[in-house]
Nanobody
Framework: QVQLVESGGGLVQAGGSLRLSCAVS????????MGWFRQAPGKEREFVAA???????????NYADSVKGRFTISRDNAKNTLYLQMNSLKPEDTALYYC???????????????????WGQGTQVTVSS
């Protein structure tokens, strides 16, 4: 079983930055593709970013258009931790942010929640205008 625990959320003014962390335990972290999703009140869970590999072990990162150029996903396999650096935050970034792990390292359908096997409980990010 894999456990994921997010941290780093909080209240920030528009234009500010936050770094979210996701600590992963239970299995070998490097064996998993990872993703960040978010869900605002009354809205569906939406894809934010993914970290995955191709069949030849090339590492890829993917981003939603709404966060491209502002957010950066990274991972520290030695610390079993996934990160999401969020810069130039906007009020529309306000949401509960989740990290997720997928056994399929290629994660071709990386933007769909059903592609992920394990989820954290989420950390709240609130951006004030």
């Amino acid at each position: 079983q894999v456990q994921l625990v997010e941290s780093g959320g909080g209240l920030v003014q528009a234009g500010g930055s936050l770094r979210l962390s996701c600590a992963v335990s239970g299995r070998t972290f490097s064996a998993y593709a990872m993703g960040w999703f978010r869900q605002a009140p009354g809205k569906e869970r939406e894809f934010v970013a993914a970290s995955r590999w191709s069949g030849d072990k090339t590492h890829y990162t993917n981003y939603a258009d709404s966060v491209k150029g502002r957010f950066t996903i990274s991972r520290d396999n030695a610390k079993n931790t996934l990160y999401l650096q969020m810069n130039s935050l906007k009020p529309e970034d306000t949401a509960l942010y989740y990290c997720a792990a997928a056994s399929d390292r290629t994660l071709r359908s990386y933007s769909f929640p059903f592609s992920y096997n394990y989820w954290g409980q989420g950390t709240q990010v609130t951006v004030s205008s």
